[in-house]
């Protein structure tokens, strides 16, 4: 069983200020999902990798498969990137079911 | 490309009672996955269907069943409902591609359990 574990639990930011999450799993896995859950409870995929790193926009996303860890950063934070992230592990092995983190909630203040 | 849609958004039930949610998939997906999320939890996994069958399941009882239909939208139902069952239902769809799903949210049905 995949054990996925985010840090922190909850993040304070005032705005403008580089934000990391953090996420480490247990077993090797074929991809990490990043995702963002509004209040209210809608997810939007933000990214998919299974190794190295990707950007978009002001968000950048990275993984060591080897130390089995992500990080997912936020540069020059906003009060819109207020939001709870979310990291989802998918196995190796042919299995395409995710073990999700609890979830990083972030707060940016004006 | 439409997005994926469920319903209803919200749904207040007794203990005891039967429910049924609806998914419908992102236009090309062929699989839908259902999800639980406990207030303050990440999602757990229920299970997942591709082509009309089941193709996973989670640590859920059996009174936790699905169905997917050829149009591969989705019903989650929930008999016997207890007050535990209180979450948000997500339900997400993919379309395999270089054996990587990467999954598309639907807004989620909040089910309250009385």
């Known amino acids: 069983k995949n054990e996925v574990e985010q840090s922190p639990q909850n993040l304070t930011a005032q705005e403008g200020e580089f934000i990391t999450i953090n996420c480490s799993y247990s077993v090797g896995i074929s991809a990490l999902h990043w995702l963002q859950q509004h209040p209210g409870g809608g997810i939007v995929s933000l990214f998919m990798?299974?190794?190295g790193k990707k950007k978009h926009g002001r968000l950048i996303a990275t993984i060591n498969i080897q130390e089995k860890h992500s990080s997912l950063h936020i540069t020059a934070s906003h009060p819109r990137d207020s939001a709870v992230y979310i990291c989802a592990a998918f196995t190796s092995g042919g299995s395409y079911i995710p073990t999700f983190g609890r979830g990083t909630s972030l707060i940016v203040h004006p | 490309e439409t997005g994926v849609t469920q319903s209803p958004t919200h749904l207040i039930k007794t203990r005891g009672q039967q429910v049924t949610l609806r998914c419908s998939s992102q236009s090309g997906h062929n699989t839908v996955s259902w999800y639980q999320q406990a207030l303050g939890q990440g999602p757990q996994f229920i299970f997942q269907y591709y082509r009309e069958e089941e193709n996973g399941r989670g640590n859920f009882p059996p009174r936790f069943s699905g169905l997917q239909f050829p149009n591969y939208s989705s019903e989650l139902n929930v008999n016997a409902l207890e007050l535990d069952d209180s979450a948000l239902y997500l339900c997400?769809?993919?379309?395999?591609?270089?054996?990587?799903?990467?999954?598309?949210f639907g807004p989620g049905t909040r089910l309250t359990v009385l």
């Open positions: 990798l299974s190794s």
């Open positions: 997400a769809s993919s379309y395999e591609r270089d054996s990587i799903f990467e999954q598309f």
